[in-house]
């Protein structure tokens, strides 16, 4: 028996943002987000002292499932941005970035949590009305008709994240295969409603990165001897599949509640293996070539199937399942005795392969939208890695097939919509107001922090000293190196803006990202040719920045409001 | 063993807790109100606004303080509670403190009714557009939601959230589906949302048809006309049931009985195809066979559905379970029903069953999509949903009972709400319940006349339920009856007959023979009752010379059962109710002659303007609380109307009922005496260990 034990009071804390205690462990994972930003950012090593591998990452993902946080507020804090990561993959570092950028600077204001709020509110809403709308100068269109744009995105997504480790022509080669991978999942004929297919990424470590490859249909994994006792099949037209997802092995398990007597004499294996051996028998009659069982099969069965040149394969697993059913369109069978003859289905072929130490059964599709990502990479940390980017990178361009918008790369959207904001701001604060009772003075003050926040993410692209300008014509971004010359000529220093649509041959006004500088309205019309021949691009996923921003305001609102924190101590 | 110990139960230590309690609590009151975030011991975070919640989550060790907390559980503003506390405080010279809580009772049972009745209710406003066809405009619903959730979720959201609850109300359920779908939507709240993580608040919306939170283990695309069953076993026949013992004598009986399993399980298959079924719901996981044969019928399948979920499709579609036929025959099948459609919901990156199903209640089916950054917000608003359901619910409630049971109802609902919601289950003594109880013992110990009897009836109906006749007439006629000397004990036995009343006055009877209905259920004295009843019949019916001052009673009784407390009163927001009822009690001190009278309504007058003071302490210049408070006195002095600086509506019935279980629960506190620590588990039976405490 337990111990019975009485509840402990809870702790209770008022106004728990003005401790000191929470200021500096917001710090700290202000801190720690920061220095993993963007392409240039730090790695950072994580490993558990109860055991477990170390894990090298800079991702948002890996990093806070990794991380133990013990304060409730920062527990609010990593929960949503985990929630924001697992719904949209992309942008966890922006979001956590921003959401604690944004409390920081509005403490430091020192308004009523009310006001604070509701104009946190406005501005996110004057945020997205104006990426979602016509007039946007920081997004661009995808045009699914060229890979130049959707490549582009992939590229900025595998830079971005460097623990990678892969040199400029392994990320080249990964794009590349991220797309393909991509493409192949698209149905070709669809109509209406399109349900995409399934990559299936495969692991192949210690191989080099360049050795990936993306092939379609599914790769079943098995040892050297299983592979050299299939016998070949020597077939000119597809081959029928049958996929079971009973067990075939022969065990008798549900006899219902009551008892089963079996009298002596009697024996239940011999009477399930010749109901086996029946619907085998079954199974050549229909001219099945290819046996599939999600569970085991019995040897006998496999023996017997084998006799007949029908290939028996058998613990698939249940995640090969629902795959194995697109692909091959079969029905699976969950019975020993009469099978329907539509629940068979197909594939084109099949055939061996050895990738590095492995041996694979490859099942080749007629037309299905099922293809095996195989990746490769040097080691378990930078596969499990690359992996975690594959998959980032594969949602984003289904997110991006939803929604066929781009936004600009490497901090321009920031600071452009920044420069937006200030000058909305300025220029038509009534528009925002409207019947509020909030101040224009309380308004300016929360902007300036709000685009504060915002440059500051930014500004945390740059891990090495350098600096970072804005111009007065876009408000671009643009970096310049620590270790360049003082102020000498500002279009021989700046090449290029952060996202690589503009150059620094054009006429342009710069200033530091942090200075004051009079509002501006950002120029939002770029020549569609810029965007068609620039091919190196960085750009971002629209809907997952779009909720990264929206979940930052909100947490950030969340996380303002809190007047008391109640620990349960138990 | 049981180790206890005693500390005298000061009121000093009382009004500790409450005012510490009070300094959490008042920060979450309000539109100015802001949030708790709270730790559960597994870790998880959780964001609220709510009282009860709160106070919950602090493990309160004090048993006062766990007494408040029952009260709090149900209720908008917890506040109240503590606020009387605070100024029970000036009332501190005084010792006799059993005294003064019959005087708090005495207050409750008998003259803040009459107030209510006589002053208040000329302020109401009713939500609905019409009165007598109790048709509800969205407009003001909005008013009311926008109020409600203004105290319950975080600022940003409570608009957006008022909306989401507004709209769900218009598309669920029509003003003429009564109580049942409130009742409904009530029971399965929880069946009806589904919370998802990771996207805004904004994302959240509402769903035509039934979303259940499972995925289709077969699912096969259908259209046309499709029919769905339910079953709660499986389809597949066994080998044997629970209690009976199958003998295998040979390997070939083994052979054919496993072959007739299979065909009996494809024949009930293929039938159920037959018959237009394109969907089977089980409660219970079945068995690869009944899948397969399923998909090759082009039938989809979703298992191991909870029994709220089954019973909830249930009550939506009026199917009994589909039992597979032990004699197999080609006739219909009885227990199928149309859907429009079925099919795979996803909600990022997750698989849902939806459903399209054909009510047959008033309840048109839709489901509330909840999403959020954190699962801890999304549980607030979930709750927040709930509750204001919960207080609509309330608010419509009397919509199809007379004045005389309303007032008893109310009474009777107020008690089963705490029993259902308190953790702690105390119960809150019924007080309608315990003063008409007892006049009855009296009248049965007594053994008047009949005519006596019949007076002594009415008295005690027009003191609870008619406060306005009370005022003039109570005093002379029964105040040695309902003194409320030991109370306590006749409560304590009328606490379940209260949910049965409850139960009762649905019915659409007359005033009389309800009360009739209601005592018959307390069994020994069904007699008395009775003759009580067949007495008052007389007297209605012809022989009413002897008494003459009885008729304009019956008189009063009937005319108010129009003007009275109907369903749907509602008042602003921001205090209006408060500042009225301390106004009208501070005028009906004055009046008053008992000098405890006087006190008591003085104290809870000022008590009351505890919570327009929290509301307006934002508030600066002409909106500041004296200000208010100055513009609303003079009104009411000139007999003009009040004018709210607020816009928003909130029910009468729900502030009501929160006073009178802050009364209760202040009358309870102020006769305790001694409070016995016990380190010991609680027993299983949950009231005994209420009691203890108190």
Redesign the interface.
């Known amino acids: 028996m337990s111990r019975?034990e009485?509840?402990?009071?809870?702790l209770?804390k008022?106004e728990?943002l003005t401790t000191e205690r929470v200021r500096t462990t917001l710090s700290v994972l202000k801190r720690i987000v920061t220095s993993c930003y963007g392409p240039s950012g730090r790695l950072k090593q994580l490993h558990n002292g109860f055991g477990g591998y170390v894990c090298t990452t800079s991702q948002s993902s890996a990093l806070l499932s990794h991380l133990l946080v013990t304060h409730?507020?920062l527990?609010?804090l990593t929960?949503?941005i985990q929630?924001?990561?697992?719904?949209?993959s992309d942008c966890g570092l922006f979001t956590a970035i921003l959401c604690c950028n944004l409390i920081e600077n509005v403490q430091r204001l020192g308004l009523?949590?009310?006001t604070v709020?509701?104009l946190?509110?406005h501005l996110l809403s004057l945020c997205i009305s104006y990426l979602k709308s016509e007039t946007c100068g920081c997004r661009i269109p995808v045009d699914f008709s060229s890979t130049q744009i959707l490549l582009c995105l992939v590229r900025s997504i595998l830079t971005s994240k460097p623990a990678c480790m892969l040199t400029r022509k392994e990320t080249e080669h990964v794009s590349a295969l991220i797309l393909r991978a991509f493409l192949l999942t698209i149905p070709e004929n669809a109509e209406g409603h399109i349900i995409l297919g399934k990559s299936l990424i495969v692991p192949l470590k210690g191989q080099r990165v360049i050795d990936s490859t993306v092939l379609p249909g599914i790769l079943i994994e098995m040892s050297e001897v299983q592979l050299m006792r299939l016998l070949p099949i020597k077939k000119s037209t597809a081959l029928k599949v049958a996929l079971f997802?009973?067990t075939l092995s022969g065990d008798t398990s549900?006899?219902?509640?009551?008892?089963?007597?079996?009298?002596y004499g009697?024996?239940?294996e011999?009477?399930v293996s010749?109901?086996l051996l029946n619907l085998g028998r079954q199974l050549i009659s229909d001219h099945v070539d290819l046996v599939l069982c999600q569970k085991v099969i019995h040897p006998s069965l496999k023996q017997f199937l084998n006799m007949h040149r029908i290939i028996a394969i058998d613990r698939i697993g249940v995640t090969l399942m629902e795959p194995l059913t697109k692909m091959t369109g079969t029905?699976?069978?969950?019975?020993?005795?009469?099978i329907?003859p539509?629940?068979y289905g197909s594939v084109k072929d099949v055939c061996t392969a050895k990738f590095g130490s492995k041996h694979f059964f490859h099942l080749i599709p007629n037309e299905a939208t099922i293809c095996s990502l195989l990746l490769c990479n040097r080691n378990d940390t930078a596969w499990d890695e690359l992996k975690l980017t594959c998959q980032t990178a594969l949602h984003v361009l289904q997110l991006t097939l939803k929604e066929p918008w781009a936004l600009l790369g490497g901090g321009c959207t920031e600071t452009h919509l920044a420069a937006y904001i200030r000058h909305k701001t300025h220029n038509d604060p009534e528009s925002i107001l409207k019947d509020d009772e909030c101040t224009q003075t309380e308004l300016q003050l929360i902007a300036e922090a709000f685009c504060s926040a915002l440059e500051s993410v930014v500004g945390s692209l740059e891990h090495d000293g350098g600096e970072i300008l804005t111009d007065m014509k876009y408000g671009h971004l643009w970096s310049v190196h620590a270790d360049s010359p003082c102020v000498a000529n500002w279009p021989d220093l700046l090449s290029q803006c952060g996202c690589g649509l503009y150059n620094s041959q054009e006429e342009l006004n710069w200033s530091f990202l942090r200075s004051t500088c009079r509002p501006f309205v950002p120029q939002s019309c770029f020549p569609h040719e810029a965007v068609v021949s620039a091919s190196n691009l960085t750009l971002d996923c629209l809907t997952a920045k779009l909720?990264g921003l929206?979940?930052a305001v909100?947490?950030a609102?969340?996380i303002l409001?809190?007047?008391?924190?109640?620990?349960?101590?138990? | 063993m049981l180790s206890s110990m005693a500390a005298a139960g000061s009121v000093k230590a009382a009004l500790q807790v409450a005012e510490v309690l009070e300094a959490i609590v008042s920060c979450c009151v309000g539109p100015e109100g802001r949030q708790v975030l709270c730790t559960k011991p597994t870790g998880e975070v959780l964001l609220s606004r709510n009282g009860g919640r709160l106070l919950e989550a602090l493990h309160l060790e004090h048993p006062i303080a766990r007494g408040l907390h029952a009260i709090t559980d149900r209720e908008k503003d917890p506040l109240m509670c503590e606020n009387i506390q605070t100024h029970g405080r000036h009332w501190k010279n005084c010792s006799r403190w059993k005294f003064i809580s019959q005087a708090l009772l005495t207050f409750q049972t008998q003259i803040l009714d009459g107030i209510m009745d006589q002053y208040l209710s000329r302020h109401f406003l009713s939500i609905f557009s019409s009165a007598k066809e109790r048709t509800l405009c969205r407009s003001s619903l909005e008013l009311l939601l926008e109020a409600y959730f203004c105290g319950r979720v975080g600022r940003n959201n409570h608009k957006f959230i008022s909306q989401l609850m507004c709209d769900y109300f218009f598309k669920c359920m029509t003003c003429k589906s009564g109580i049942g779908v409130f009742e409904l939507v009530d029971d399965h709240f929880v069946e009806l949302n589904v919370g998802v993580t990771g996207l805004p608040v904004s994302d959240s919306r509402i769903i035509a048809g039934l979303v259940l939170q499972k995925d289709f283990s077969v699912y096969r695309p259908a259209d046309g006309d499709m029919r769905m069953v339910i079953v709660t076993e499986t389809i597949q026949p066994l080998f044997s049931t629970s209690g009976s013992e199958f003998i295998l004598n040979s390997e070939a009986q083994f052979q054919t009985s496993q072959f007739w399993i299979m065909e009996k399980t494809k024949a009930i298959m293929k039938h159920l195809h037959s018959q237009n079924v394109k969907l089977l719901i089980s409660s219970v996981k079945q068995p690869d066979l009944v899948s397969y044969y399923a998909g090759v019928n082009g039938i989809s399948v979703v298992e191991c559905l909870s029994s709220e979920e089954v019973s909830l499709i249930r009550r939506i579609i009026g199917l009994s379970p589909f039992v597979p036929p032990q004699a197999f025959s080609q006739c219909e099948i009885p227990n199928t029903a149309l859907v429009k459609f079925c099919k795979p919901l996803i909600l990022r990156s997750k698989r849902y069953v939806h459903l399209g199903l054909i009510s047959t209640c008033a309840f048109i089916p839709h489901s509330i999509v909840l999403c959020g950054p954190v699962h801890g917000l999304i549980e607030q608003h979930e709750d927040a949903l709930h509750g204001a359901l919960k207080m609509l619910r309330q608010l419509f409630k009397d919509l199809d009972l007379n004045y005389m049971t309303q007032t008893n109802d109310q009474n009777g609902t107020s008690s089963l709400f705490i029993y259902k919601n308190s953790g702690e289950s105390y119960q809150a003594p019924d007080p309608g319940n315990g003063s008409i109880q007892r006049p009855y013992q009296d009248t049965v110990a007594e053994n008047k006349d009949a005519l006596e009897k019949t007076q002594t009836y009415l008295k005690v109906h027009s003191n609870l339920v008619i406060p306005d006749v009370e005022l003039e007439t109570y005093i002379p006629y029964s105040t040695p009856t309902l003194t409320p000397t030991d109370t306590f004990q006749t409560v304590e036995t009328l606490t379940c007959l209260s949910l049965e009343r409850n139960r009762l006055t649905d019915y659409y009877e007359p005033l009389l023979k309800n009360n009739s209905t209601a005592y018959s259920t307390r069994g020994n004295r069904i007699e008395i009752s009775y003759e009580n009843l067949q007495v008052t019949n007389i007297t209605r019916k012809g022989s009413m010379l002897p008494v003459s001052c009885k008729l304009p009673n019956m008189g009063t009784s009937q005319s108010y059962l129009s003007s009275s407390m109907p369903a749907g009163c509602v008042l602003p927001v921001g205090g209006n109710f408060e500042i009225l009822l301390h106004y009208y009690l501070l005028n009906y001190a004055k009046k008053c002659h008992q000098s405890e009278e006087t006190m008591v309504s003085m104290i809870i007058a000022n008590a009351l303007l505890g919570i327009p003071k929290v509301l307006y302490k934002s508030k600066t210049g002409k909106y500041s609380f004296p200000h208010t408070y100055i513009r609303a006195v003079h009104a009411l002095q000139t007999n003009q109307p009040l004018v709210s600086s607020q816009t928003g509506l909130e029910s009468v019935m729900g502030k009501y009922q929160l006073l009178t279980s802050v009364l209760q629960c202040l009358t309870k506190i102020l006769t305790i005496d001694m409070v016995i620590t016990v380190k010991r588990h609680p027993q299983k039976v949950h009231n005994q260990d209420s009691e203890d405490e108190l």
């Open positions: 019975l009485a509840k402990k009071p809870s209770c008022s728990p409730p507020i527990k609010i929960a949503s929630n924001h990561v697992s719904s949209f009523t949590p009310t709020i509701r946190n509110k997802c009973t549900d006899t219902g509640e009551g008892t089963v007597v079996v009298s009697v024996s239940l011999n009477a010749d109901q029905q699976p069978i969950g019975s020993l005795g009469s329907c539509n629940s909720s929206q979940v909100e947490t609102n969340l409001d809190l007047s008391y924190v109640i620990e349960d101590k138990n």
